[in-house]
């Protein structure tokens, strides 16, 4: 994970600071940065979505490939997820440092996908037990300035709202196999319910408070941290402390509390915008809003 380096001068500023809600930017306790979204910026998938969260910047791609459902769930499909950060975001991706961190965030989407109440998997379905479609996820870190979770959840549900999957017409032959035929209409898709997918909010614990979206100067004075992956109706479908300290239990119900609050609040106006760009049309959305 990228870091910065902060003297204990300035730690004490930023400490001071959150103590009365006051960030070194002029944020409160539970405010994000300015986020800015794109939607159909890669011309090459069925989906995608850059975000920029400050000065951290994501960009995930969506294809969806006809696969072959999992034995355990035969009438679902599933997502698959890809992590990779570029070294020119941060001289700390270089090499192994970039793979661990790929590897650690795929990890913790797979936990904040593997439910019920994210994703309509039984949509995906094409034939039980036989065909499905699988959505392989990219994520590309671009520029990391903290909050790389928040950022790719936001770029990710994002991405699966522009996802626009090729309407698929099965026939029988004379000899009873299956025949599959995807349109070519561009008109004639599927769109995924993106309502239900939850963004990750990560609350670090700074002092005796605990602040969202944290840039990286915070995240050096902060002894762990809490990622919360909250849906609009305000269900946590993945909690996972990270930070070598530790959290008491009075620390780790009121963050959860701040996450679920946060969460729920981040979904409407995200929401709002990307339905609101498309209906105007534009081929490359773009919308900014403070979350």
């Given amino acids: 994970m990228a870091t910065a380096q902060v003297s204990e001068a300035e730690k004490v500023y930023i400490l001071h600071g959150i103590r009365e809600d006051l960030r070194v930017d002029g944020r409160g306790c539970e405010d994000y940065r300015h986020m800015e979204i794109e939607t159909d910026v890669v011309s090459n998938t069925d989906g995608s979505a850059k975000v920029t969260l400050g000065h951290t910047a994501v960009l995930v791609g969506i294809k969806a490939e006809i696969g072959k459902p999992r034995p355990m769930i035969p009438n679902e499909g599933y997502l698959e997820f890809f992590v990779d950060c570029s070294a020119n975001a941060t001289p700390e991706f270089e090499g192994r440092g970039g793979e661990e961190l790929g590897t650690e965030i795929s990890n913790t989407l797979y936990k904040v996908f593997n439910n019920k109440h994210s994703v309509d998997l039984q949509s995906l379905c094409i034939s039980p037990g036989e065909h499905c479609w699988v959505l392989y996820v990219d994520v590309l870190l671009l520029q990391c300035d903290g909050n790389l979770y ?56 700074v002092g005796h408070r605990h602040v969202v979206d944290a840039t ?15 849906t609009h109706k305000g269900t946590v479908t993945c909690t996972r402390k990270v930070g070598g300290g530790s959290l008491d239990p009075e620390s780790v119900f009121e963050m959860t509390e701040a996450g679920k609050r946060v969460g729920k609040a981040l979904h409407a106006p995200l929401m709002k915008l990307l339905q609101h760009e498309e ?5 490359t959305p773009k919308v900014g809003f403070l979350g």
């Fill in 150 to 205: 928040d950022a790719t959840s936001v770029a990710i549900k994002a991405a699966l709202f522009s996802t626009k999957i090729p309407r698929v017409h099965i026939s029988t032959d004379d000899e009873g196999g299956k025949e599959i035929e995807l349109s070519d209409d561009p008109y004639d898709c599927m769109r995924i319910q993106v309502e239900n997918v939850p963004c990750i909010v990560t609350l670090c614990k």
């Fill in 216 to 230: 990286l100067q915070e995240k050096a004075c902060s002894v762990a941290s809490l990622i919360i992956s909250v």
């Fill in 279 to 283: 209906s105007l049309g534009r081929k």
